[in-house]
């Protein structure tokens, strides 16, 4: 069994690099792209967000189509992948929607130190793991091929897509360029500084470029793992 799960990212951004705006929620993508991520979303066995993206923009997660749903239940698994986020403060609300959205298996990553308050505050609605010392995407990816997810979708915000490209621990970026410009360095960037295995020495391999009505799809190749599929 591999060490970690083949893992994809998938993130939208404004021409100017961006993935968020301060203050309100940014509306990237466009209705076929939403369709097209459902998909995407439906062949995974987890998907993983940041704890400010759970509280920014209050995610549900869940796969929409139904036919979608169908499939998955058909060969035995949920109608949607299991939630998985990550978090230091533990400032998190139980009722938004990633715990409440969906009959799916929800993991919060945390600090070691941080373990029993988080239990108290967030189970039984949600499975508190600890992360160790310092929450370490490696381990946590190793973790969750321990539980069985064998394709790991990482859906943002970008200081968790750093951690995965700086970690060497992705496969495959599904990179979403949006018709606009945020103009604001206020905003939050699709990744944060880093030493990044693709750089001018090193460049990815980009796979397929697909236009999705307004917006355009770049698939990126990120390790021998990748499949085209
Ligand atoms: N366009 C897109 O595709 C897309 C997708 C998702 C999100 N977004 C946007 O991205 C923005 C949020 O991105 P962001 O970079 O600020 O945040 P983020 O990556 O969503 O979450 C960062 C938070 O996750 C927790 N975290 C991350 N790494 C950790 C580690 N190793 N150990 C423990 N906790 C860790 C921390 O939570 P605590 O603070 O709780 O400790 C940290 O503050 C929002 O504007 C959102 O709308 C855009």
Redesign the pocket.
């Known amino acids: 069994m591999p060490d970690r799960p083949y893992t994809l990212l998938?993130?939208?951004?404004s021409i100017d690099g961006y993935?968020?705006?301060p203050g309100s929620?940014?509306l990237?993508s466009n209705d076929a792209d939403f369709e097209r991520v459902d998909e995407v979303r439906a062949s995974c066995d987890a998907i993983l967000?940041?704890?400010?993206?759970?509280?920014?923009?209050n995610p549900r997660l869940l796969v929409r189509s139904p036919a979608l749903r169908e499939q998955r239940a058909a060969r035995g698994a949920r109608p949607s992948p299991m939630k998985v986020?990550?978090?230091?403060?533990?400032?998190?609300d139980p009722h938004a929607n990633f715990f409440t959205a969906g009959d799916v298996e929800k993991l919060v990553?945390?600090?070691s130190p941080r373990v029993p308050e988080a239990r108290a505050r967030l189970e039984p609605t949600a499975t508190v793991v600890d992360?160790g010392e310092?929450?370490?995407?490696a381990r946590l990816s190793g973790d969750l091929a321990a539980r069985g997810v064998e394709r790991l979708m990482v859906?943002?915000?970008?200081?968790?897509?750093t951690?995965f490209l700086t970690g060497d621990l992705a496969d495959e970026l599904q990179l979403?360029v949006a018709p606009l410009f945020v103009g604001d360095s206020d905003?939050?960037r699709f990744v944060?500084d880093g030493r990044f295995p693709w750089n001018p020495g090193q460049r990815a391999t980009l796979s397929d470029v697909r236009q999705v009505g307004d917006v355009v799809l770049l698939r990126y190749a990120l390790s021998s793992r990748f499949r085209a599929d």
Do not use: F, K, N
């Not at 998938?10 to 951004?13: D, N, P």
């Open positions: 998938s993130c939208a951004m993935i968020g705006s929620r940014l990237l967000v940041g704890a400010a993206t759970v509280r920014m923009d986020t990550v978090t230091r403060r533990l400032e998190l990553y945390c600090p992360g310092h929450v370490d995407m859906e943002g915000g970008g200081t968790v897509h951690q979403v905003g939050t944060r």
